[in-house]
């Protein structure tokens, strides 16, 4: 017994060895800078810090591998933020009408029907008047066979402008514009770490409208040294795939005239569109937060009511 102890301990000893000599071989190297392969950035290069969450768009300009988007938009004020949070039923009809003008052109809203609209505040009757103003083909044929164009009635979805992908990739240099209707849930920029843990408490879920925002009036700006961008793009620092996207910019000052005398300004048009299209994302959004409310209030009305059932209940019990 003693032997193979003996054994097994000398070899444990040799493996130790070997693997401290491993170790140390790369550091042995003659003072050499560690090599890097080609294209390969080190932490200088890319003007990153270890542990930095944020970069200046001159630094990713430099970098080998940028991170989209350069500059992150910033967290703007929300009616149905927060577990309080309310739709402003006047914004909502702005960004429809600012939708209706300026959006309806190249992107389409497939997954909103007319009559959903009432839960912005119209009526029955302006509801099928708005559906109206729309040509939808009819699914079912006439009765010679041909496909005809009818006005629109509030089970209708909104049309798309095109008449099939393809014929919205061949209008817009080969990129079919995406459906609005869920934007403002399947975009949004990644906070990271610590914001995620603060969004946790303060149920921070306005991404996707606080990027639409930012996207729509982040044109105009000079690219940074270094950028290069490709002809038919345009640059905006917000955009989450490159420095540089297909659309123009959409919308102007002055574009889209409002009847409640709200600004008529690409900051209002943008706030007031993306407010919109998380309304045609997630229509419950508020009446989901009422209801959690009442649930918590509850919920902690029925745990105190518990602890004060279990002390009456063993108060005469000795311990």
């Known amino acids: 017994m003693k032997t193979l102890l003996s054994a097994a301990l000398a ?3 040799l493996m130790t060895t070997a693997g401290f000599a491993q170790e140390a ?6 003072g050499a800078e560690p090599a890097h392969s080609p294209g390969a950035a080190t932490s200088g290069e890319t003007g990153m810090s270890p ?3 944020h970069s200046t768009p001159e630094a990713e300009a430099h970098s080998a591998t940028p991170h989209y988007p350069l500059k992150h938009p910033a967290t703007l004020s929300w009616s149905f933020s927060g577990p309080l949070g309310h739709w402003d039923v006047g914004q909502l009809q702005r960004g429809l009408k600012v939708y209706k003008e300026v959006c309806s052109n190249c992107h389409s809203l497939e997954l909103v029907s007319f009559r959903d609209l009432r839960a912005l505040g119209y009526n029955e009757a302006q509801v099928k008047g708005f559906a109206a103003g729309y040509q939808i083909q009819d699914p079912n044929p006439s009765a010679t066979g041909e496909m005809v164009q009818r006005p629109g009635i509030p089970s209708d979805y909104f049309p798309s402008p095109f008449a099939n992908a393809e014929a919205a990739a061949a209008s817009n240099n080969g990129a079919a ?4 209707s869920l934007m403002a849930k399947a975009r949004a920029v990644e906070r990271g770490f610590p914001y995620f843990l603060f969004d946790i408490v303060t149920q921070y879920a306005q991404g996707g409208p606080d990027y639409i925002h930012a996207l ?5 700006q000079e690219p940074p040294a270094g950028v290069t961008i490709q002809p038919g793009t345009h640059y905006n620092p917000y955009f989450m795939n490159g420095p540089a996207l297909a659309m123009p910019q959409p919308i102007q000052d002055g574009q889209v005239t409002y009847d409640d005398g709200a600004p008529q300004t690409v900051e209002q048009y943008s706030r007031d569109v993306a407010a919109f299209l998380m309304w045609t994302a997630e229509p419950h959004l508020a009446e989901r937060k009422a209801t959690g ?15 004060l059932v279990k002390r009456r209940v063993w108060a005469g019990v000795a311990h």
Request: no cysteine; proline share 8%.
């Open 11 to 13: 070899a444990g000893l």
């Open 25 to 30: 071989q790369p550091a042995q190297q003659t």
């Open 51 to 53: 542990g930095a969450s």
């Open 177 to 180: 514009p995406p459906d609005l």
């Open 216 to 220: 729509l009036t982040g044109y105009g």
């Open 293 to 307: 409310l009442v649930v918590m209030i509850f919920l902690i009305a029925f745990a105190v009511m518990l602890w």
